[in-house]
């Protein structure tokens, strides 16, 4: 696959690197642009998105906390509760071809609580909600039980091939 890929990151909390699972922002980007990249490598092999093969993506990823993925969730989706991963699409992408996909939240106590709810390593866990947030950007949901198939089986098939472990 030749599409070329750009990650921006920011770190809104500093437990993301202060902890032990990743130690640097060197480390959180790699860990972030191999997955996000993996994911749109492998949406880009489907037929609907043929079109896009060879275009450059760009996401943005906003690394957080359960207060800010709470007052989002609140605000975006009424539910009062703090929330693993957000994402927000650009509508543009799929009607101009935009190179911009999208922005991703991701609250590190949600997938840290998680993580040990599932018995999971945390970075799996962070690792599984990159790939769903990424394959929300390209229009991948589970909203009814088809869609949630289809979604299930292609994250599977990404976080599979990648080695991480996931409920």
Known sequence: MRSKHKINIFIENKKWIAEKDFKSKKNIDNFIYILSKKTINECFLQPKFKKFR??????????????????????????KKPTNVLSFPNENFFKYKENFLGEIFLSYETCKKEAKK???????RIGHMIVHGTLHLLGYDHKTKVDEKKMIYIESKILNSL???YY
Not at 69 to 77: E, Q
């Open 118 to 124: 599932f018995k999971i390593d945390s970075k799996d």
């Open 163 to 165: 080695g991480i472990n």
């Open 54 to 79: 060879y275009l450059e993506t760009n996401i943005n990823f906003i690394l957080t906390d359960d207060k800010y993925l709470k007052k989002l969730n609140t605000n975006f989706l009424n539910k």
